[in-house]
């Protein structure tokens, strides 16, 4: 059993830029996938972003390619959300996931594991 809490999230000004961390316990962190996703009020959770168990293989959505960095460093169980170039468009929160598989696909269903969520507002 994987247990997530994420932290980082914060306010900011569009243009800005905010770094999510998400840290692991319970399990073998190293062996899983690990994402990000999204859920702003009234619209259904989001893929964000997303890297493989061996940190060969990045996903991201097309909406953060380019602004987003995820990166994970196992010695310490923790992932990363880098968010630069952030837009009011980005605003929700934030939940880190993670699946004992390589990648095991966008929709979130297929994700095993989760954390509380940190808030994410980009002001305009």
């Known amino acids: 059993q994987v247990q997530l809490v994420e932290s980082g999230g914060g306010l900011v000004q569009a243009g800005g830029s905010l770094r999510l961390s998400c840290a692991a316990s319970g399990g073998t962190f190293s062996r899983y996938a690990v994402g990000w996703f999204r859920q702003a009020p009234g619209k259904e959770r989001e893929f964000v972003a997303a890297?493989?168990?061996?940190?060969?293989?990045?996903y991201y959505a097309d909406s953060v390619k380019g602004r987003f960095t995820i990166s994970r460093v196992n010695a310490k169980n923790t992932v990363y959300l880098q968010m630069n170039s952030l837009k009011s468009e980005d605003t929700a929160v934030y939940y880190c996931?993670?699946?004992?598989?390589?990648?095991?696909?966008?929709?979130?269903?297929?994700?095993?594991?989760w954390g509380q969520g940190t808030q994410v507002t980009v002001s305009s």
């Open positions: 890297m493989s168990w061996s940190g060969g293989s990045f």
């Open positions: 996931a993670a699946a004992a598989s390589g990648f095991p696909g966008r929709s979130s269903k297929v994700w095993t594991y």
